[in-house]
T-cell receptor, first 110, second 118 residues
Framework: GENVEQHPSTLSVQEGDSAVIKCTYS??????FPWYKQELGKGPQLIID?????GEKKDQRIAVTLNKTAKHFSLHITETQPEDSAVYFC?????????FGAGTTVTVRA | EAEVAQSPRYKITEKSQAVAFWCDPI?????LYWYRQILGQGPELLVQ??????VDDSQLPKDRFSAERLKGVDSTLKIQPAELGDSAMYLC?????????WGTGELFFGEGSRLTVL
């Protein structure tokens, strides 16, 4: 099955700075890479995803980059705000099953 | 906005007791998932349904866990008997019919059922 590793496990940034989270995956056939955000007491929610036919995708202050050769993808959050504080999970599929990374707890300091 | 409904939100039980969790997916979503999330870890897939059929239950501890989706709509996850190590958040998610090529597409998660086994 797919093995997804996520780093770092915790990340503290000053408000306004950027945050970067990296994930690696093992299954070279994986072709869809979503990122989920989980706020306290809630279920994860999709914030951005990328498919293997593109190398980068942006949505306002968040972006995801994909390097299929190296089998890693990253989440970039620019101009961080207090509401960005949450746990972020990367994921990758093995056919129809989605495997999640262990998560990164992001804390934005005011 | 349509949401995945789960109940109960919190459950405290003693070991060896039976517990059950219920999930009502977003209307029209053919695929339903039960994930277990241990504190500080990512969600781990327990069972995946396509309509009323089990697509994958390879990580479901079948000696004590069971799941059903009889009419292809709502679903129940049962644990009997509960063990201390079962303490976790049980997340239900749903998505449109899963095809091939682009994996699962977007999963919509409920708020989860937090289980504490004493």
């Amino acid at each position: 099955g797919e093995n997804v590793e996520q780093h770092p496990s915790t990340l503290s940034v000053q408000e306004g700075d950027s945050a970067v989270i990296k994930c690696t995956y093992s299954d070279s056939a994986s072709n869809y890479f979503p990122w989920y955000k989980q706020e306290l007491g809630k279920g994860p929610q999709l914030i951005i995803d990328i498919r293997s036919n593109v190398g980068e995708k942006k949505d306002q202050r968040i972006a995801v980059t994909l390097n299929k050769t190296a089998k890693h993808f990253s989440l970039h959050i620019t101009e961080t705000q207090p509401e960005d504080s949450a746990v972020y999970f990367c994921a990758a599929p093995n056919d129809y099953k989605l495997s999640f990374g262990a998560g990164t707890t992001v804390t934005v300091r005011a | 906005e349509a949401e995945v409904a789960q109940s109960p939100r919190y459950k405290i039980t003693e070991k060896s007791q039976a517990v059950a969790f219920w999930c009502d997916p977003i209307s029209g979503h053919a695929t339903l998932y039960w994930y277990r999330q241990i504190l500080g870890q990512g969600p781990e897939l327990l069972v995946q349904f396509q309509d009323e059929s089990v697509v994958d239950d390879s990580q479901l501890p079948k000696d004590r866990f069971s799941a059903e989706r009889l009419k292809g709509v709502d679903s129940t996850l049962k644990i009997q008997p509960a063990e201390l190590g079962d303490s976790a958040m049980y997340l239900c998610a749903s998505s449109f019919r899963v095809g091939t090529g682009w994996g699962t597409g977007e999963l919509f998660f409920g708020e989860g059922s937090r289980l504490t086994v004493l």
